[in-house]
């Protein structure tokens, strides 16, 4: 489901260092999240639960594969 709507999801990414190296946190919110969080771009948007509306994934740059992907309990 997750990425049949892909674009229909905003991302953030935030860098981070885990164990000594660079990784990208990634997550996306659904449109049905978006006017819950007008300042997004500015802000970390962290949800408890939301289905398959809220996921976040860790990647690394260097490889450039994502692994860890979560997908938040339903709500």
Known sequence: ??????GDYRLQYVGITRDG?????????????????????????????????FWGATCNPDTKECVGLSINARR
Do not use: K, Y
């Open 21 to 53: 190296r660079r990784a990208i946190a990634v997550s996306g919110f659904c449109r049905a999240l978006w006017s819950d969080f007008p300042d997004w771009q500015t802000r970390l948007v962290t949800i408890r639960g939301g289905g398959t509306c």
């Open 1 to 6: 489901m997750i990425l049949e709507q892909f």
